[in-house]
């Protein structure tokens, strides 16, 4: 079984849990972490760009950023390779009343589909870059369909989290579900950082956040220890034409 298929095969597995996370009014530590994660994202969007906007959410899963996003009167376009990750958000969407004009999935990789040259004027990429082989080329293709001054957030797994760093690696996998041997990449602030910048990003914002302990249970961490946490959220921006005059 080729990367690629593993991949799809988990996903396609881990489908039915992902809406249960995402739609938990009382969600465990994972659900926790994936609803903060998308409230991020939620808000670096909303403060740099209008209703209208178009957004493409790179490896959407189950839809969940891309149909609030809907709601809140943003075009979206979610594309994934798990098949049953786009038939939930499908459904979702259809449930929601929301039109295929407004929102739209598409089975496909994103990294591969050719989509046209300044498409969009923002792009979503949660728990994306991480299992891309070559994380440059994923991101100058991101950026290559992004507008002059078109923003992207991302959120990649942090390098020096503590179910990394501290051997919790097999308990996360126990607990959460999320296989940390398919991905293929964490980063430090200052990877990303620099690995956005090679792809002509301006990193303008980064939060980091979530702490799932070895048994499962999400644990409060001081301002000192962030450095520990899970994940980093990422919001940039593609040049504008001026940031390159004299």
């Not at 979702?92 to 739209?104: Q, Y």
Request: proline share 5%.
């Amino acid at each position: 079984m080729s990367r690629c298929e593993k991949l799809r095969d988990h996903f396609d597995r881990l489908a039915p849990d992902y809406c249960r996370y995402y739609e938990d009014p009382k969600p465990d530590a994972l659900g926790r972490l994936l609803q903060r994660r998308r409230s991020l994202a939620m808000g670096y969007f909303r403060e740099r760009l209008a209703p209208g906007a178009k957004i493409l959410d790179a490896g959407c899963g189950t839809g969940s950023l891309s149909l609030e996003l809907a709601q809140r009167g943003y075009s979206v376009h979610g594309i994934d390779i798990s098949q049953a990750m786009v038939d939930q958000a499908e459904q979702a969407r259809r449930r929601l009343g929301l039109t295929d004009t407004g929102c739209r999935f598409e089975l496909a990789d994103v990294v591969t589909r050719g989509l046209p040259k300044a498409s969009y004027d923002g792009v979503a990429g949660l728990a994306f870059l991480e299992y891309q082989e070559n994380p440059f080329k994923a991101l100058a293709i991101l950026n290559r369909l992004l507008k002059p001054g078109g923003i992207l957030v991302l959120s990649v797994p942090n390098t020096l989290g503590a179910d990394r760093c501290f051997g919790l690696s097999r308990a996360y996998e126990r607990v959460t579900g999320r296989s940390l041997s398919l991905s293929l990449h964490c980063f430090t602030v200052e990877r990303i950082q620099r690995v956005l910048g090679m792809a002509g990003f301006i990193m303008m914002a980064y939060q980091r956040h979530g702490f799932i302990g070895p048994t499962g249970q999400e644990m409060a961490i001081p301002g000192w220890a962030s450095r520990l946490a899970n994940e980093i959220v990422t919001c940039s921006r593609t040049y504008r034409p001026e940031d390159t005059t004299p």
